[in-house]
């Protein structure tokens, strides 16, 4: 098996706004994995905010790189409790993972759902992010949008802007990026209006001091996604969130997401499968999970001018599953 990588500039469409900061485009790291003229792909975007280097993870390539390439076509599971024992950051470890699992596939010549049993029966559709800006202008996008759902991004509370994107009776979410405060979220769960957005994502900054306000049973859905990031947190979060966003580099990639899936449905959370801003190679990775989840939101390649490659496809939020082995991907 050889491994190799390379940096790719991601230019967005327009600025994406959230709380931490404004955005004209990403780099990724694409990994490659090939063994007998067939290759898999994955992928990691540099996120400042997750003090995420692709430097440093180039660095870490080259130092486990004949390890890894002396690895044996075995199941994707014991790859990656091999790329454990590396100690590779999650973001890292995602992408080898779901490269194994694209390239897996196709010597196999069987899809991730044929390899994993997965009946293709209902998808949920997509959200399309609408990023921070005035209300007035969020709601202009919204309406010319052909997209159905919506993930409205805020960096304050504004409980003026709530109470409009409530009237427009159409299917949204508000994630604020961790920016409200614990009297924001008190008050958004006690009121009955709140029960109208489909969720409400990491209200506050990640960390038990905060999410201990957080009432599982009141009025809000209230979604985690920085304070859920691996398995083992799930139990002590179920008195205070009804839903978790499952992104495969926060988790370490499509095979720990599998176990997450599982247990998640044990304790009868909501789930989401959701991505960085990325190309459709990180999109065909988590669109392989859209089956087995309530919610997705797996825009990151619609927000990108220039997609490097060609996979599963969302088209206005519609997921569209690759039929073809692997995760289906393939490189522009």
Known sequence: MNLSWQIVRLQLKETFSISYGNYTFREALIVSLKSNHTVGYGECTAIDYYQINLQDFIQKLEMVKVQIELQKINHPIDFYNFLLTLNLPSFLRSALDCAYWDLFGKLENKSFSELNSIEIKQ?????????VDTIENQIHKIKKSSWNKFKVKCNHFDEKAIKLLLELNIDIALDSNGSFTKENCIWLQNEIAAEKFSYLEQPMKKGAENYQ?????????WMADEDCQEEHSLEQLQPHYKSINIKLVKCGGLTPALSMLQKARVLNYKIMIGCMTESSIGISAGAVLAPLCDYADLDGANLVANDIAKGSEIINGKIQISEKPGLGISIL
Not at 123 to 131: A, D, H, Q
């Open 123 to 131: 998808l949920p559709e997509s959200s399309i992010t609408i990023s």
């Open 213 to 221: 306000v957080l009432k599982a049973p009141l009025n809000a859905n």
